[in-house]
Each structure stands twice: as C-alpha cells, then as structure tokens.
C-alpha cells in the first residue's frame, strides 16, 4: 500500500495519516541515538584516551566533532528530503549512522574515531530533519503538540540517561569490547529504526523540486569550522595568533554566508535557507535562544562527567550512576508539565521559569562542591541535581513547538534542519569552549573542585542569557487557541 503524506494548506482538513502513533515511534527512535552519541562520550572519554592516546582535546574532538558535523550538514539535509523524499533521505541517513558508528566501534587510533565520528554527524544530518518534516505532514494541528512534546522527555531523558548508559557499556565489558559497545549497540537499534522507516513512514517531499546550493553549504561550513577548530585545538597549542584570527575569519564567513543566501532569493534561485523564516520572530528567538541553551547543557553535561572520573576518581558506571538524579529530575518535570498542561497554557512563560529553576540548580552543584571540596558523594549532589533536570524539562517542553508553529508547510525542511542545526551547533561549542575553559583552568594550577566550580558558574550565565532571548519567542505557540496574544 502507497503511504503518501498530504502537504499544502489543504492538509489539515483531511484525515490524518493512520500511522502516524507509530511512525512517531520510529522517528524518536532515531533521535534517541543522536542525543545519545552527543553525550555519550561524556563518560567513555577517560577509558577511550587511556586505550587510544592523545591530549586532553581528544575528549572534546569526541564530541564537537560529531556535533559539528552534524550542524553544518542538517540545513541541507533537510533539502535533500524536500528534493528526494523524506523518507528515503531517512533510510539513507539511518544506514549510514549505523556504517559510522560500526567504524567507531573498530577505531584503532584517535584520528580514525574522530573521523568516523563526524561520518556518524554527517548522516545523522541527512537523517534528523526528515522526522520533524514528516511531523508537520502527519499530525493534524490539534494533535500537533502532542507529537511535538513527545521529543522533550526523549531529548532530557537521552541527554542525561545516555551517560548511565555509558557507565554500564564500559564497566560491563560485553564481550571484551570495553568502550566500543557504547557505538557498536547503534547496530540493532539503527537497522530497527530502518525496518521501521520502510514499513510505516510515509513517503513525502516539498511542494515544488529545488537545488542544492552547494556555495551556502560550502560557506556555512567553513564558518563553523573557523569557529570551532581554534576553540578546541588553540590551548593545547598555546593559544597562537592564527586561533583568534580564525574566530574572527569565522564572523566574516558567515556574514558572507547571510549576503550570499540574500543575493541567491533576488536572483529567483534556492538559497540554503529560506529567507523568510528569519522573518518570523518564534523562529529567530528561537535560534537564539537554542543555540545557549544547547551550549550551556552540553557544556556542563561533558564537564560533569569528567569531573566525576578525573576529579573524584569514579569508575565510569559510579559517574554515570552519580548522573542520575538530573534524569529523575526531568522524568518528573515532563510529568508535572503535561499533567498539568502547562507547555501549552504558560508556553515562553514556561520556558523562563525552566530556566530560573536550571540556573538554581547549577548553583547548588557548585555550593555543595564548594562545601563537601573532593569528598563529595553523589547524595550529595543529589538535591541539586534533581532541581537542574526539573529546569531542563521546563524549557524543552514548550520549546520546539513554539518556534516550528508558524512555519509554512513549504518552508517546514529548511526550518527543521536549520532548528536542528542550532542546537547540534550549541553542542559543538559546549564540547568546545565550556571544555577548553574547564581544561584551561586546570592547566592554569585550579584544582579540580574550582575549575569546576567556575565552569559552573559561566554555564548558569548562559543559561540566564537564554533566559532573557526567550523574550524573543511569542507567548505561545498558537496564541489563538489560548485566547492570547504575543
């Protein structure tokens, strides 16, 4: 049977795709493993370095890598599925995370991981967009929230379960493979989440044929490169002249980017982007405030589990055991938020209390390190935990449905790749500077305890300067259904 998503206007007056339930399940399914593989290195990094060598830029490599990768790639990715099918993009981008994360599993040297890393990154990039795309064609609008707060309990519990999962993989030893079962247990799930893209998604693409620009993917990539190579390779070299220089470079590459996407729209051609969502305020607030958001819990996510091992000298299951009470904490936050329908009655209003509640909690982890010094159990730093992950849960429940709302169904690829994109990119300079800060401060005769205590405090203040770009965003995602206005 031909399974074919309705676009345009006219679909929200039909009857909505019957397998949209468990074509939702699929779709989760691969977002779990890149929300995983985004932090699952967190914990696996120490025992990956003791094995393979390198610097301490090897541990962050692990994860911007990847996160890099996978942001310059999701803009176009998203095209490729409104040029050649969604679903096929899909299964091309599922088959080649699994091929990448195989090669992960067999590295023999940090060059090789890091390489395959960024393969896994590249076709998580062709893989990712598709899923919401396919979202906005399947749902009706009155179950649309609905489909759309099913990512923010997969993104928290991922984000933070994916470091207890770690902790198991590397502790248990299954079959002699120590660290590399955190990468080979993609095998099963991706070819599952392949059987299931081609037995109930439906097939679908965007309402009239465009090309690849080639030019913006090129600038856009070069930009992210500048930006992040020097973030994490300029320490253990000293910081040269050549690091700042770059950063700048990367400035220059992507206001060139921005001129070049402009010139292709007045021409009458298929820029990267399109144009008109930065129009949209939901969807430049919501760039904003993703991208520190995302950089400030990765950030603090990776320093966190490396603090656990390298500064309290716990066992890879003990840090990812001692991780556990922020993923409590988000259980029942997303609980609380839809018992109470509270994504969709307070909406950005939600999104600011989230983070007024997240920045508490990072300052209670860093008071009681500050108090308890390397002696420090994780009942501890239980309490303060649970109130971080409440935090996070109450800015991911709204977040996403907030900014994609007022998206055309035209425009929904480029939206989703780019929202994506954002918050992949957050995770590459997470990675990258709240990394690079953490290891500088140890470089700089900080003992454990105070460098963490300080990259703490930098993450809190990200995350309060998300908290004021949240008043970019509307009040709500669909003010006309709540009787509100913006």
Sequence with gaps: ???TATTGPEAAAVEPYRWRWPALFVILLVEVMDLVD??????????????????TSVIQWLGAGY??????????????????????????????????SLLCGLALSPEMLTGARILQGLFGAVMLPQGLGMIKEMFPPKEMAAAFGAFGPVMGLSMVGGPVLAGWLVDA????????????????????????????LPESRGE?????????????????????????????????AWAFASVAASAAVLALFARHQARKRRAGGDPLLETGLFRKRAFTGGLVTGLVFFTALVG????????????????????GLANLPSAVGTVLGFIAVNAAGLAQRAGRRLIHLGAVVMVAGLAGIAVTLDLA????????????????????????????????????????????????????????LGAAAVGTLFFGLLEGGRAFPEAMRITLWVCGGMVAVAFAAAFLLPLRARPEEEGGGH
Excluded: C
């Excluded at 690849?212 to 000293?238: E, K």
């Excluded at 320093?303 to 003990?318: A, E, H, M, N, T």
């Excluded at 996403?400 to 780019?418: M, N, R």
């Design 300 to 319: 603090f996510s990776m320093v966190l589990g490396l603090y656990f091992q390298l500064g309290l000298g716990y066992d890879p299951l003990k840090a």
């Design 38 to 55: 985004s932090v699952i290195t967190n914990i696996a990094a120490p025992s990956i370095r003791a094995d393979l060598g390198g610097s």
């Design 208 to 240: 009239r044929a465009s090309r690849l620009d080639l030019t913006g993917m090129g600038l856009v990539s070069a930009a992210a490169f500048l930006l992040v190579y020097p973030l994490v390779q300029g320490r253990d070299l000293g910081w040269p």
């Design 373 to 428: 010094g390397t002696g420090v159990t994780p009942w501890q730093l239980t309490p303060a935990l649970l109130v971080t992950g409440a935090g996070m849960s109450m800015v991911m429940a709204p977040f996403f449905d907030i900014v994609l709302a007022g998206v055309e169904p035209h425009e929904s690829g480029s939206a989703s790749g780019t929202l994506t994109a954002v918050q992949q990119l957050g995770g590459a």
């Design 173 to 200: 030893d299954l079959f002699g493979t120590g660290w590399r079962m955190i990468f080979l247990i993609n095998l099963p799930l991706g070819l599952l989440a392949v059987a299931g893209a081609v037995t109930m």
């Design 1 to 3: 049977m031909t399974r």
């Design 67 to 100: 996160t890099m990768a996978m942001a310059v790639g999701l803009i176009t990715g998203g095209r490729l599925g409104d040029i050649y099918g969604r679903r096929r993009m899909f299964v091309v981008g599922a088959l080649g995370f699994t091929a990448g």
